[in-house]
């Protein structure tokens, strides 16, 4: 790749309806056999997922949407290592931006990253991934970063590091919710709170013969191995 490269461009179509995404490709989509990948120190963003509703008719002619989240590595299904070089100009990964990346143990952001910002869902479905480096500069995270990371047992927090806030989402929600593989956790040294967690209601079985059910979401529902949290020297929790 060349080394000015600063966007990774995409691809989308409408569908039409209501403005619907019918096709989104990112730059590197369907390549399934790619192993690795050094993204040039020069990028300057990861781009958000998008959502893409695939439209058929039903017998009464009534338009039926099929939706999925697609993003700039969808159908990268061999990749297991990416990495940017040091100091790389990075300042955002979208929502969205690392999801579903099946085979991904290895995400490396090397040395004097400019990090700043993660988005939701940046790692959700990436089930190989076995640890994360966050770097210093990220401030804020999104909730639901880490969703479905069944195999990572460790998430780092560079020294320095900058995080104050652990995002909520309105159903309680948090940065670390569903990461069931995480072990341990040290909560960055000026995160002032953990957020209030969220009961939510909803029905099981039809609406006529309901089954009111309650569940709690927190910032740290799902992570079920997760045996040890402590807080960074110098805490302002």
């Not at 697609?70 to 999801?99: D, Q």
């Not at 994360?132 to 590091?161: H, Q, Y």
């Not at 919710?177 to 079985?205: D, M, Q």
Request: charged share 10%; with cysteine; glycine share 12%.
């Amino acid at each position: 790749l060349p080394a000015g490269l600063t966007t990774l461009r995409s691809f989308s179509a409408s569908n039409g309806y209501h403005g619907a995404v019918s096709d989104y490709r990112g730059a590197f989509h369907g390549l399934s056999a790619l192993t690795s990948l050094e993204l040039p120190a020069s990028v300057t963003a990861i781009p958000e997922g998008r959502s893409v509703s695939k439209l058929t008719y039903g017998h009464d002619n009534n338009r039926v949407g099929f939706s999925g989240m697609t993003n700039t590595f969808s159908g990268c299904s061999s990749l297991v290592h990416l990495s940017f070089g040091n100091s790389s100009a990075l300042t955002s990964i979208g929502s969205w931006g690392f999801a579903s990346l099946p085979a991904l143990k290895s995400l490396r952001f090397g040395t004097g990253s400019a990090l700043t910002s993660v988005g939701r869902n940046a790692f959700s479905g990436t089930t190989a991934l076995e640890s994360v480096v966050v770097p210093a500069n990220v401030s804020p995270m999104g909730f639901r970063a880490f969703d479905g990371c069944k195999k990572l047992s460790t998430i780092t927090f560079e020294a320095g590091s900058k995080l104050a806030t652990l995002a909520r989402a309105s159903d309680g929600s948090g940065v670390f919710t569903g990461a069931s593989g995480l072990r341990s956790l040290e909560v960055p040294p000026l995160v002032t709170e953990i957020p209030n967690g969220s009961t939510s209601t909803y029905c099981a079985g039809s609406s006529y013969d309901c089954n009111r059910q309650y569940t709690v979401l927190s910032s740290f529902s799902g992570c079920a191995a997760l045996t040890s949290i402590t807080f960074a020297a110098g805490s302002k929790l």
